[in-house]
């Protein structure tokens, strides 16, 4: 905390500022490291291991409460009874102090800074209207004070000074406001090594829960009825089963064909659609965990696909496929990458009516605060803001064919400097590691859509044969990211699903349905000719 409050500081030296107004929630719980207990006004508790963050709505372990950072103390606004004594000491120890979480006692405080002359930093698209309107009262009363003061200074030289009080005013206003994005918005997106370690393994965990789950689906479904709302409450219960398991990051979305075309669905029980072997299902879901967040979407068929459904969803892969692969320069906004991901619907008439990627936080929020600090990945040509190293985005390309299917595959990606033969005018490229390693299910695709690269890409992603460069922790199944060597993020992009997930599943269905998924699309092909 004394790390990030100490950059922090330096962030607002350098644009003038005395004191940073922080009031959206997954500023306040990544700045301090603090996050709420699943209830939803629970107790605060320390954040352990990586130290985590990010924030949209989705998933948010957040609790009530807003701060302000000057250049000697800072000052958390909360419920005191939700600070545990370990808390306490926590902030105590990064030099924080406590107060209750009421706007009036903010006000105040407020209020005394800008009267002693001190400059405030607000970030008006992260305020609510009435902390900014305090903002600005504060400011206009110690404007008002300096054009009393100007006025009379004049009236004692025998001007009449209201000329000289409203030019007093005005500058007073411009002296006394900085207004501006907030640094913590990319200061969160960015990720240190810990944070990235963290959300690394939680991605392997939740992993094997969906092996798990699919397993189960895919013996289930022809056995007996299986709701949609039914199949989130399975998965649920699997996640629960998972070492550091918190909560879900979002509300799972299980939606069976139509419903699967409504692009947030949430299946109520008394009300879903049953998953038949007639069947396209699409299931986006993630969790929280101790060490980071995961979301995922995969796209599949209980029973056979039709031709137009393999159509859209290989054009689908094939966009995940590109935007995967993409080496691209330093200070490229996401709406440059959006296309890449579009571009196979492009050619067939299709398109989804979505942003392609968003950031996601590690340990706190689902959608991550990248959606504020770049946009994430969208076609939003105003979303100027340049994807940096050490964000985390989804690739989540998508079709939606309104009455009839939805498709969307979806892996998380953290972004990396690449290692390119040439560097162009001095520049420095990024490109994408992995976090997501769940199949991507062969009877959905039309092989003959797919380049030889993709082939390979999907095969590699899924092969049951590690790289030699790997590391033998990572081959004997004890994965810390940590044991790997420091040339790792040239390595990552080549691990294998079948690879890294495996050797956590004991044998079983689960782990007999793992390597079945992750064979070579060669063999999957001679199996369905097999079969027909």
Not at 34 to 50: C, H, I, S
Not at 85 to 94: D, F
Not at 112 to 128: C, F
């Given at each position: 905390v004394q790390d990030k409050l100490t950059a922090l500081r330096v962030e607002m030296e350098a644009n003038s500022a005395d004191l940073l107004m922080v009031t959206a929630l997954d500023q306040v719980a990544?700045?301090?490291?603090?996050?709420?207990?699943?209830?939803?006004?629970?107790?605060?508790?320390?954040?352990?291991?990586?130290g985590g963050e990010e924030g949209g709505e989705r998933g948010a372990k957040v609790a009530l409460a807003f701060a302000?950072?000057?250049?000697?103390?800072?000052?958390?606004?909360?419920?005191?009874?939700?600070?545990?004594?370990?808390?306490?000491?926590?902030?105590?120890?990064?030099?924080?102090g406590t107060a209750p979480y009421l706007f009036d006692r903010l006000s105040k405080d407020l209020h005394?800074?800008?009267?002693?002359?001190?400059?405030?930093?607000?970030?008006?698209?992260?305020?609510?209207v009435a902390v900014e309107n305090a903002a600005t009262s504060a400011v206009e009363a110690a404007a008002a004070s300096d054009a009393a003061k100007a006025r009379a200074k004049v009236r004692r030289k025998g001007g009449k000074g209201a000329h000289a009080a409203d030019e007093a005013r005005s500058d007073a206003r411009q002296k006394k406001l900085v207004e501006g994005t907030s640094p913590l918005a990319m200061d969160k997106a960015v990720k240190n090594q810990a944070e990235l370690a963290g959300m690394r393994e939680a991605h392997l965990r939740d992993s094997v829960a969906l092996a798990s789950f699919f397993s189960w689906l895919e013996k289930e479904v022809p056995l007996r009825s299986v709701s949609e709302a039914q199949a989130g409450d399975v998965l649920l219960g699997m996640r629960g089963d998972l070492e550091g398991f918190i909560e879900p990051s979002f509300p799972t979305i299980a939606g069976a064909n139509a419903n699967a075309a409504i692009i947030h669905y949430r299946a109520a029980h008394d009300t879903c659609k049953e998953i038949s072997t007639d069947t396209l299902l699409l299931l986006d879901s993630g969790g929280q965990f101790d060490c980071g967040t995961t979301d995922v979407t995969r796209t599949v068929h209980l029973g056979e696909p039709s031709p137009r459904q393999k159509d859209c969803f290989t054009r689908v892969l094939k966009g995940h496929i590109a935007l995967d692969q993409m080496v691209f320069p330093q200070g490229t906004p996401g709406f440059v990458l959006d296309g890449f991901a579009r571009q196979s619907l492009w050619q067939?008439?299709?398109?989804?009516?979505?942003?392609?990627?968003?950031?996601?936080?590690?340990?706190?929020?689902?959608?991550?605060?990248?959606?504020?600090?770049?946009?994430?990945?969208?076609?939003?040509?105003?979303?100027?803001?340049?994807?940096?190293?050490?964000?985390?985005?989804?690739?989540?390309?998508?079709?939606?064919?309104?009455?009839?299917?939805?498709?969307?595959?979806?892996?998380?990606?953290?972004?990396?400097?690449?290692?390119?033969?040439?560097?162009?005018?001095?520049?420095?490229?990024?490109?994408?590691?992995?976090?997501?390693f769940v199949p991507i299910q062969a009877k959905m695709i039309a092989m003959e859509l797919l380049t030889e690269s993709e082939l390979k890409w999907l095969d590699d992603y899924h092969a049951q044969a590690a790289p030699a460069e790997v590391s033998p922790p990572v081959r004997e199944g004890r994965l810390i990211f940590s044991y790997l060597p420091d040339c790792l993020e040239f390595i990552?992009?080549?691990?294998?699903?079948?690879?890294?997930?495996s050797p956590r599943m004991e044998e079983g269905a689960p782990r007999t349905w793992l390597e079945q998924n992750t064979r070579p699309l060669a063999e999957h092909a001679k199996m369905l000719e097999t079969a027909k």
């Open positions: 990544w700045l301090f490291n603090v996050r709420a207990a699943a209830d939803p006004v629970g107790a605060l508790g320390e954040e352990g291991g990586a302000l950072v000057e250049k000697e103390k800072a000052t958390l606004y909360v419920d005191p009874s939700k600070v545990t004594p370990e808390v306490g000491a926590h902030l105590a120890e990064a030099g924080v005394a800074v800008v009267k002693t002359g001190g400059r405030v930093w607000l970030d008006k698209e992260a305020v609510s067939a008439g299709l398109d989804y009516r979505h942003g392609t990627g968003h950031g996601v936080g590690a340990a706190l929020n689902g959608i991550g605060g990248e959606g504020r600090a770049g946009k994430g990945i969208s076609p939003r040509f105003g979303n100027t803001t340049p994807i940096r190293a050490g964000m985390v985005v989804s690739n989540e390309p998508g079709y939606y064919e309104d009455g009839a299917f939805g498709i969307r595959i979806e892996n998380l990606l953290a972004v990396h400097e690449a290692d390119t033969e040439n560097r162009f005018g001095g520049m420095d490229f990024l490109r994408f590691e992995r976090l997501t990552l992009p080549a691990i294998t699903v079948w690879e890294l997930v």
